[in-house]
């Protein structure tokens, strides 16, 4: 079983909708990233989060630490949102971290 | 304000030689991690290095595999006798701090041959 789990796999939606992925992990963290990796491979970090809720334009992301799950919500989704979307963890019992197998994202004009 | 710089982009290597990628943090970040992302696969963590310090290599493989972050100069990860199942992206992220935001470099790509 991997420490971080993402839901869905593979998400397609029709652009303007609002659209939620899911993080579920298993370990005690310090942090949690929200990560985006786009066709070309590059990699940016979307947001850090230790507790409660972050927006940053069109991006909200949330997390529980009681029921150590996040979410990341895209609202008014464009087809330049279509990306892979990268959940992982910094453990708080090591100094490492783990990464979910990433969601990937197509959003259809 | 440079990014995270990783160089070479691409590398080409023959089984048996040595791959050194390198990796130069933002500027004012003492905090470095390596990644590696095999073919259709996720990223997973190799190792977090601080100036001249590893801090957790527990994601790197025991042998051939080995990283450093000298006190001057790019943080350097070196792969010996390279075999096919190495080739993959690997990836440099720096953060200011242990638990802060992390800026990422455009990667690696290593093929063997």
């Known amino acids: 079983k991997n420490e971080v789990e993402q839901s869905p796999q593979n998400l397609t939606a029709q652009e303007g909708e609002f659209i939620t992925i899911n993080c579920s992990y298993s370990v005690g963290i310090s942090a949690l990233h929200w990560l985006q990796q786009h066709p070309g491979g590059g990699i940016v970090s979307l947001f850090m989060?230790?507790?409660g809720k972050k927006k940053h334009g069109r991006l909200i992301a949330t997390i529980n630490i009681q029921e150590k799950h996040s979410s990341l919500h895209i609202t008014a989704s464009h087809p330049r949102d279509s990306a892979v979307y990268i959940c992982?963890?910094?453990?708080?019992?090591?100094?490492?971290?783990?990464f979910g197998t990433g969601t990937s994202l197509t959003v259809i004009p | 304000n440079a990014g995270v710089m990783q160089n070479p982009r691409h590398l080409v290597r023959r089984r048996g030689q040595e791959a050194r990628l390198r990796c130069s943090p933002m500027?004012?970040?003492?905090?470095v991690y390596w990644y590696r992302q095999l073919p259709e696969e996720g990223l997973k963590f190799m190792v977090y290095l601080q100036k001249e310090n590893i801090i957790d290599e527990s994601g790197m493989p025991k042998e051939r595999f080995s990283a450093e972050f000298p006190k001057e100069g790019p943080s350097i990860l070196r792969i010996q006798q390279v075999v096919r199942g190495d080739s993959a992206a690997y990836f440099c992220a720096s953060s200011r701090g242990g638990n802060e935001k992390l800026f990422f470099g455009s990667g690696t790509q290593l093929s063997v041959l």
């Open positions: 992982a963890v910094f453990s708080n019992t090591g100094n490492q971290f783990y």
């Open positions: 500027k004012g970040h003492s905090h």
């Open positions: 989060l230790s507790s």
